[in-house]
């Protein structure tokens, strides 16, 4: 087929039988600045400064401005919470010191999904994979976009509340204007995630920089007797972690990406060690902050944290913070679905999706397709729960599948002792990674039981849905036909082709 026109350059005109085209040719793509040879591809582009750019960009969010008041009610005392903040950023380490290994041995993009389908076999990664689109996705992204609507309102209505209908207004106008940058262009989307991870820091600067100033003057009242009035019950324990690796989770995207890093052998640990290095820090450090300002009365009767720091140390100053919150949480949006789009559009390449999932568009060269799927779940779960229920309910799936994605790794130590591994960990890593996280959502089934039964069930359901969309796939030739039209046509609308690799 004619991809190029004689002096080497893209002729944007589709070969079609109206323009002198044959009727099998491929549409042929316009030269685009992300793709400097014409080919429609997705290109290595992440280096180790990009690629810790995304995961810094995606973990802090509105995690560590939502999270440390869920942490301290489950957790009973200021001492007991930090000890869990510290705990979460080990159990990070541990997760990305595990999946560093996955990256560098399995080098496909996709994350958990690809490396399930590696250890146990596509039957478990389609469960996984239907988890993700019907809930965990959905969930992950309606929950920070919610926090998106909260803070970019909070300068609005200030002093008084912002109403929830509101939020949610304000939270679809984000979701949306999300989706339609990932859709029109990743240069731009790699742009804007770089300013906005600038402020992210300048975020958690404003908050580190005056408490700890504080700190060093002698207000260390809130932290006399930190473990004293604890009320620890074991029920609790498992939300106060999953409130906490809510706030570190990210530090996975980058192997969402594998495909378009450079060196990746070297790239992802160094870029997933340093990133989990600095976020912990930063986060332990915030804690601190809030804690010499606020007591842990305050910060239980806060609806936003960041906000009601701001305005005990910053006086009128304060009306930024929220802002920069927002701006955060924009970028976590962005970073996600940059990151979730890739791992559909594997699926899709592995047969588990639709074709045009894993289609490129012809002259943005983005999986526009992959990007837009989550669109209309996210949306709905905006009116279905607030957003401590969605946090409780993603978590629970969203570990139980990171812990096989784990023990995955140890179980391909025995299975596949000569697959290439050029980093490897000692085994007590993922071991303990993957326990923790089976410890956890077993408790959760007492903690949280509704939530997590509505979790445990969608996941079940694709156990039949991979026999009737998966396996057995003699469809009436008439539903084929059908589907075969209907695949056609978003082709031509969303002006889609098979990546070329």
């Known amino acids: 087929m004619t991809r190029r026109s004689v002096n080497g350059e893209g002729t944007g005109v589709n070969n079609t039988p109206q323009n002198g085209g044959h009727p099998g040719d491929t549409p042929v793509p316009k030269e685009d600045p992300d793709s400097p040879h014409g080919k429609v591809e997705l290109k290595k582009k992440v280096t180790l400064l990009r690629g810790i750019s995304i995961i810094i960009g995606t973990i802090i969010g509105a995690g560590i401005f939502i999270s440390p008041k869920g942490i301290l009610k489950n957790s009973g005392s200021v001492g007991i919470s930090l000890v869990v903040w510290i705990a979460c950023g080990v159990l990070s380490l541990f997760g990305a010191l595990s999946y560093a290994e996955l990256g560098t041995s399995i080098k496909k993009s996709g994350g958990h ?17 239907w988890a993700d689109i019907i809930a965990i996705r959905p969930a992950g992204l309606a929950v920070i976009s919610l926090a998106f609507g909260q803070y970019i309102l909070e300068p609005i209505f200030m002093p008084c509340g912002v109403p929830e209908i509101a939020i949610k207004l304000a939270t679809s106008i984000g979701i949306t ?50 473990f004293e009035g604890s009320n620890i019950k074991l029920s609790g324990l498992p939300l106060a ?27 992802v640990p160094l870029a997933i060690c340093i990133s989990i290095a600095i976020v912990t820090s930063c986060y332990v450090l915030t804690n601190v902050a809030y804690y010499t300002v606020m007591s842990a009365e305050e910060l239980l009767a806060s609806q936003s944290v960041a906000v009601t720091f701001a305005e005990k140390t910053m006086g009128n100053f304060s009306v930024a913070v929220p802002v920069f919150v927002a701006l955060s949480c924009f970028g976590t949006m962005n970073g996600c679905l940059f990151a979730f789009s890739r791992m559909f559009y594997v699926a899709s390449r592995e047969g588990h999706l639709p074709e045009v999932l894993s289609m490129i568009h012809v002259r943005r060269h983005t999986p526009l397709a992959a990007v837009i799927i989550l669109y209309p779940m996210t949306v709905f779960q905006l009116f279905v729960g607030d957003i401590y229920s969605l946090l409780n309910f993603m978590s629970f799936l969203r570990w139980l599948f990171i812990g096989v994605a784990v023990l995955g790794l140890i179980y391909m130590r025995y299975t596949r002792p000569d697959m290439p ?21 077993f408790l959760s089934l007492y903690s949280d039981p509704v939530n997590t039964g509505i979790g445990f069930a969608i996941s079940l359901t694709g156990i039949p849905a991979y026999y009737i969309f ?17 695949n056609r046509s978003v082709q031509i609308v969303l002006e889609v082709i098979p990546a070329e690799h």
Do not use: H
């Not at 999904?113 to 146990?120: D, G, H, V």
């Not at 990932?182 to 402020?199: A, Y």
């Open 113 to 129: 999904y690809t490396y399930i389908l590696e250890a146990f076999g596509p039957q478990m990664a389609f469960i996984r994979l």
């Open 177 to 226: 204007s999300v989706m339609y940058l990932n859709s029109m262009s990743t240069s731009w989307t790699n742009r804007i995630q770089i300013f906005l991870t600038f402020c992210k820091l300048l975020a958690v600067a404003t908050i580190v920089v005056p408490g700890l100033y504080m700190l060093f003057k002698g207000e260390t009242r809130n932290f006399e007797n930190a």
């Open 241 to 267: 972690f999953y409130s906490g690796m809510y706030a570190y989770s990210g530090w996975f995207y980058l192997n969402f990406v594998t495909e378009e890093v450079e060196n990746p052998e070297k790239t």
């Open 421 to 441: 591994r050029p980093f490897k960990v000692p085994l007590f890593i993922p071991a303990i990674f993957s326990l923790t996280c089976f410890f956890m959502v």
């Open 470 to 486: 998966i396996v057995f796939d003699r469809r009436p030739k008439w539903l084929q036909k059908s589907l075969d039209s209907l």
